[in-house]
Each structure stands twice: as structure tokens, then as C-alpha cells.
């Protein structure tokens, strides 16, 4: 698995790849045991390939990310919630019931809360713009103070 860590928001984030795309992303201290938590055990080697600079960094200049390829692992409609997040602008959030009408799962809220938790791509697959429908932000693997900090950046266009 290679990884690659870039300065986000005063703080890392960590990328995980193979050669079939982006596994995993973390915002967390210590990305390697939450990635393993993830997925188990693996061989890690950090790189400065850079294959994911312009990547982050559109996302840092508030611009269109270009198109990446994943290695998601997921049941359908988990990879469906996620490719659907994939489309709500930055800036923009809506709630979960207004995913699940997206999503045409209508009648499973619960379930389609669970696949927005189950992201493995923080940040680049905008998990952080899904709030509660009394307009909270609700959970974030990375914790709320991240989500907050996400949204109110995205939110602050220069």
C-alpha cells in the first residue's frame, strides 16, 4: 500500500493507494493504525511520488477535483452513496433524508447513514457535507471539530 501525506488546514492528510486507485484517506494522528483498523495489516511505504498533490490541492483552491481512480470495497449501495456524494458541491450540505431520496433509497435512511459513515475516502468524497436534518453536523470519523472545520472552509470562498 502506498501512502502519501500532504499539510491540510494547518494540520496532514494521509493518502492511501494501490495500483488499482485511492483506498483510504485519514485525517487522524496516526493514519497507519486507523487504516489498519480498517482493513488489517498491510505493507506501507511512504512516497513522494506526489501522484495526489493536484488533487488536494484543487481541493485547498476551492476548485472542481479532477477525476481519480478508487479502490473502493463496498456493498452496491454503498458505492452508490458514495459516488453520489462525489457530486454535492463544495460549500453546499444537505441531510441524510435528501441523500436517500438521491439515492432513490428513500425508506432506508439508516442504511444510507451508515454508508456515508463507511466512506473510506475523507474529504475528496464529501462525507463531511451530509448533516442531521435539524441542520447539526452530526458524527465524522475524523471527529466533529474536523467537520466543522471542513464545512467552514468550503464555505468561505475567497
Not at 35 to 51: L, M, N, P, V
Not at 53 to 75: F, K, N
Request: net charge negative; charged share 25%; proline share 3%.
Amino acid at each position: 500500500m502506498l501512502v502519501e501525506q500532504y499539510d491540510f488546514l494547518s494540520d496532514k492528510i494521509t493518502l492511501f493507494y494501490s495500483e488499482k486507485g485511492l483506498k483510504f484517506i485519514s485525517l487522524a494522528d496516526d493514519p497507519i493504525t486507523e487504516y489498519t483498523a480498517w482493513f488489517g495489516a498491510s505493507d506501507f511505504k511512504f512516497t513522494d511520488q506526489k501522484r495526489y498533490a493536484g488533487v488536494v490541492s484543487a481541493y485547498l483552491q476551492h476548485r472542481d477535483l479532477p477525476a481519480i481512480l478508487v479502490d473502493w470495497e463496498g456493498t452496491t449501495l454503498q458505492k452508490q452513496v458514495w459516488q453520489y456524494l462525489q457530486t454535492i458541491p463544495q460549500g453546499e450540505t444537505i441531510n441524510y433524508s435528501e441523500l436517500a431520496n438521491a439515492v432513490g433509497a428513500a425508506q432506508a435512511v439508516r442504511a444510507v447513514a451508515s454508508a456515508v459513515g463507511k466512506n473510506p475516502l475523507l474529504v475528496l468524497v464529501g462525507c463531511h457535507r451530509i448533516v442531521r436534518k435539524d441542520g447539526s453536523v452530526g458524527e465524522y470519523r475524523a471527529g466533529k471539530d474536523w467537520k466543522t472545520k471542513l464545512i467552514d472552509f468550503e464555505q468561505k470562498v475567497d
